[in-house]
């Protein structure tokens, strides 16, 4: 309700409503350690399935439009924005290589066989989501988590093998891919829109900068930055829920960042994000949530690794302003939070 724009505070509102429904839903409702499995065999499922749709969609338009182009990012993404989807494969590969570990698919053959197909099925699917901080993350937490998961099981050395294999050959695959397709390659252009633009709030009359994904963020965060830092009253309360595109819009203009302007951008960073909107209080609030499983988890760290990743991807997008973001960390990290007061494992 802190807001002079009433309309897209109450959308804020309504947007975020899973912060408080699914606590409640989770505090009234006991849940067993093979609910939450299921739940997360489901997301594997629904994350294979969705890839496979997307897969043929895009050999659909490939036979139309001859490119390569239509199995990568957005071309390829049919359903959410590949920096989302990205998170979901994500947190299922966690998954998959947790209870590979835990149920000791390296004594069962078929088990293995499955696991091997469904990991490499999900990571190829990150690669071709091609989202660079998705991939970056994906690649740092599996191999962080890998490594944990086998120091609990020394006898799991044949499964740590076959997730450093499927991490490789997507490797190499993504050095291929660069051949047709590159997202990367704009990073070379951020240093030098970056010292192009005007971010000071004095002057229109600044030349026109080309911008691709990159180099816009680094707009945006100087913009959100400062405008965060403009008066102490904003730096402790931020400028409201409901005025965040509004004010950074008068900056977009004063500055002459047309495409902020025409775009309506975000920060493009959450933390920035909840800075600029309710201040260090809600930043503080904000890294609470994020920190707390740190300081509370039991021998169950999956909900780390997590946090890990909603973390990381945090830092490129405004992932819990929509509510691909904000439904699905709420839900699993309540989850997982639920996780933490449940017995033994139950089969």
């Known amino acids: 309700m802190y807001s002079n724009n009433n309309f897209y505070g109450l959308h804020d509102i309504e947007t975020k409503l899973s912060f408080i429904v699914f606590p409640v839903i989770f505090s009234l409702i006991k849940f067993k350690d093979y609910h939450i499995k299921k739940v997360f065999r489901a997301l594997v499922a629904g994350c294979e399935v969705a890839l496979a749709l ?36 994500t947190v299922a590969v966690i998954f998959l290589i947790g ?43 599996v191999v962080i988590f890998t490594i944990y998961k086998y120091k609990q099981n020394n006898k799991s050395g044949w499964l740590a093998t076959i997730v450093f294999a499927s ?35 004095n ?12 180099s816009s963020r680094v707009i945006l965060w100087k913009h959100a930055a400062n405008l965060w830092l403009s008066s102490p009253s904003t730096f402790v309360l931020g400028v409201g829920t409901g005025d965040i595109k509004d004010e950074l819009r008068k900056n977009y203009e004063a500055s002459g960042f047309e495409k902020g302007v025409t775009q309506n951008y975000n920060p493009h960073n959450q933390f920035l994000q909840t800075a600029v909107a309710v201040g260090i209080v809600g930043l503080l609030l904000l890294l609470t949530i ?58």
Do not use: W
């Open 99 to 141: 209870s590979a570990f835990d149920e000791a698919y390296f004594n069962k053959p078929f088990r293995m066989t499955f696991f091997f197909i469904s990991l490499i099925v999900l990571e190829a699917g990150i690669v071709m989501l091609y989202s660079r901080m998705a991939i970056l993350t994906a690649l740092l937490i």
């Open 290 to 347: 994020l920190v707390l499983p740190f300081l509370k988890s039991n021998n169950n760290k999956l909900i780390l690794f997590f946090v890990g990743i909603f973390f990381f991807n945090g830092l490129t997008e405004s992932i819990l302003e929509v509510q691909s973001g904000i439904i699905f960390f709420c839900l699993f990290y309540c989850l997982l939070s639920a996780n933490q007061f449940v017995g033994e494992t139950e089969t």
């Open 167 to 201: 991490l490789l050959v997507c490797i190499l695959a993504q050095f291929k891919i660069t051949d047709v397709y590159n997202r990367f390659k704009q990073l070379e252009s951020v240093s030098v829109t970056s010292s192009q633009h005007n971010y000071t709030s």
């Open 54 to 89: 997307c897969l043929i969609n895009a050999l659909l338009k490939f036979k139309l439009q001859q490119t390569p182009v239509v199995f990568f990012y957005t071309d390829f993404s049919k359903f959410l924005h590949p920096a989302y989807f990205s998170i979901y494969l």
């Open 203 to 214: 002057s229109i009359n600044v030349k026109p900068v080309e911008y691709n994904s990159a």
